[in-house]
């Protein structure tokens, strides 16, 4: 059976001025799967994954050509409501960023912006994405400790709990695992492949063998462009693509 | 300053195993050669000398195995390093058993030596020669990445499968008409499936190749007549 497609691109551009970041980018994301996105530095892969919940906004000179279309709807169209976007496509980075506050306050903030003041349903969702995050167990009985506190797997976990606390649909992650230990990794990369049950998810990695154990599909750029996307195992084992081959064995990048 | 060159360490390492390889089957090569000269020129000493040959054939498959596992763990290799370190590794197994056939034919050679033989030895040696052709061809398609060369490795299969029913069917005639024979005829019988087994393993081989070439996962019998063209028996 295909599986749905929950985010498309069609010749998408991505402008910085005169810098063209993006080029002419098709690429179909698979819904409830983990797509990885990988590719030298500078090859546009962060860049790319930052236009799927409009982040690049906040870049004056940025500009977007072509269509992302999220189940079909244009984000760049007109009248997009970019909050309800970014509550729908959640996005987890490269170093953990909780807020200066509590573990509770990190998870309940997200659900309090949209407007959730029932401290009963605050509860419930908090215990609900921190056990969704795998989180729960160790911080139960320290909620209201600074979320400061914790390891940087913890935290970035919590990071996770707080995106998945306003039920998005996409969860974006730029190299989540490059500032933490490898049990931390392997921790967050167990996660991922629970969360993909529930949620589409879009990584970024400069850890090949992360995308290999991790990921369904795997998309290879270069250049701001996309050189090959395939399954995950194929393009890791059978290239079709030369670039490919010779970034994936380390000939270049 | 001397450019860094982050593929010199894994180029030289798979040039290493690639090397080991190649020493392990031009000794199980060797040793189905061997064991075949010894039993058509009745050559004892070389036959005693294959069947001891066989434990340093073993503890190379078992060198090369761990240096893929090694290396595996070390570089964690990806597209063509990775369907190459696989297909050292399978290689390995393949030339270890056709090392192990090798010996099968020196035991042979050991126990019809001084008697004599029950017709001329033609297509045994025929089929010997066949098989290394074979081999021979693998290795240079592994070493150079030929995919034509292992697809004609393939392709030699059907003349030695010919071959061996061929002296099946020789030697039956021959033992119906002359009981007194039957067990010399059925050690060549036995030789002559031995050898088409060391050729089906380097089908394997070829396959392995080819693997390891294209990425493509393919099968030796697409490389060979087709079904109902060989010489097909009716065992």
Known sequence: MTPKIKIQTTAMDLWY???QALKAIDIAIPERAVTAFIGPSGCGKSSFLRCLNRMNDFIPAARVDGQVLLDGRNIYGAGEDVIALRRQVGMVFQRPNPFPASIWDNVAYGPRLHGITNRRTLEGIVEGSLRGAALWDEV???LRSPALSLSGGQQQRLCIARAIAVEPEVLLMDEPTSALDPMATARIEELVRILKEHFTVAIVTHNMQQAARISDETAFFLNGEIVETGPTQRLFTSPRDGR????ITGRFG | ???LNVR????????????????LAGQAGQAVKNGLWA????????????????????RQTLEIDDKCLLFIARFQPMAQDLRTVSAISHMAVDLERIGD??????KFAVKLAGKPFVK?????PRMGELFQEMLDGTMRAFINGDVDEAKGACALDDDIDDLERQVFREMLLMMMENPRIIEEGTALITVARTLERAADHVTNLAERVLYAITGEVASASSFRRPRGSRDDDGR
């Open chain 1, 17 to 19: 001025d005169q810098f």
């Open chain 1, 140 to 142: 139960k009985d320290k």
């Open chain 1, 244 to 247: 490919t081959e010779d970034y």
């Open chain 2, 1 to 3: 300053m001397k450019d």
């Open chain 2, 8 to 23: 010199q360490t894994i180029d030289a390492e798979l040039e290493d195993l690639r090397r080991s390889l190649l020493s």
């Open chain 2, 39 to 58: 039993l058509c020129n009745q050559d004892r000493i070389l036959a005693r000398e294959v069947i001891d040959g066989d434990d340093r054939l073993d």
């Open chain 2, 101 to 106: 056939l090798g010996v099968n034919v020196a």
């Open chain 2, 120 to 124: 001329p030895l033609v297509d045994l």
